[in-house]
């Protein structure tokens, strides 16, 4: 399957980007580009990307999603996602960056559950 990025305006200064598809190696390039331009072609003080319409997310679509967090940061532009499904928040969530991205923590799973468990001292065998 492949990736539909639909952009509109909403107010003055905030640009949604609507994702609609597969985010993962073949098209986060295509995310990335469209936050891009989106960043270039200035007067935006929010980009916020909305999930509903994702059904699969790899590392690479979430690590796309975590840059561009930083480049934003970087040029005073608030980002943020919105709607995953429960499968997606809940991967954000285990993965440390829900938060981050602006997504609570998915319910019965407190954030960064699996980072605490792999790094935590009763954790290690000896």
């Known amino acids: ?40 072609a200035g007067a935006v003080d929010r980009i916020v990307v909305d999930l509903a319409g994702v059904t699969f997310l790899d590392s690479t679509g979430v690590g796309t999603l975590v840059v561009a967090t930083r480049i934003c940061a970087d040029h005073l532009v608030e980002f943020r996602v919105c709607d995953p499904n429960p499968f997606i928040a809940r991967l954000l969530t285990v993965m440390g960056v829900a938060e981050m991205l ?7 799973l407190p954030p960064r559950t699996l980072r605490r468990r792999i790094l935590s001292p009763a954790s290690r065998v000896a």
Do not use: C, F, K, W
């Not at 640009?15 to 986060?28: F, N, P, Q």
């Open 1 to 40: 399957m492949s990736l539909s990025i639909q952009t509109r305006r909403r107010g003055d200064r905030e640009t949604v980007i609507a994702l609609h598809g597969e985010v993962d190696y073949a098209t986060a390039l295509d995310l990335r580009a469209t936050i891009s331009a989106t960043l270039n």
């Open 102 to 108: 602006g997504i609570p923590a998915a319910p019965g």
